[in-house]
Nanobody
């Protein structure tokens, strides 16, 4: 079992950058696939990005490609989401999720453990 906690959210102007962190407990974190999801008010949760166990594979939603970068440091049990060129439509509660299977995907039911989220607000 793993416990994940997100941090790094905040208020930023359009065009700005933020780096989110997902810190995990457990010595087997490197065996988990990890994804980032987000949910804006009144909208369904959507997939943002995912990274495989050792970081060899990454996967992005089309709207964030070229702007967001997911990475991981298994020695620190942490996954990062670097977000550049932020837009007001990126405003949402961002969640980190870990998949015990080790696989990655774009659907929430592929992940077993979720954090409480960190709020990102982009002003125009």
């Amino acid at each position: 079992q793993v416990h994940v906690v997100e941090s790094g959210g905040g208020l930023v102007q359009a065009g700005g950058s933020l780096r989110l962190s997902c810190a995990a407990s457990g010595r087997t974190f490197s065996s988990y696939g990890v994804g980032w999801f987000r949910q804006a008010p009144g909208k369904e949760r959507e997939f943002v990005a995912a990274i495989s166990r050792i970081g060899a594979l990454t996967y992005y939603q089309d709207s964030v490609k070229g702007r967001f970068t997911i990475s991981r440091d298994n020695a620190k049990n942490t996954v990062y989401l670097r977000m550049n060129s932020l837009k007001p439509e990126d405003t949402a509660l961002y969640y980190c999720a870990a998949a015990q299977s080790g696989r990655i995907g774009r659907y929430g039911n592929e992940y077993d453990y979720w954090g409480q989220g960190t709020q990102v607000t982009v002003s125009s």
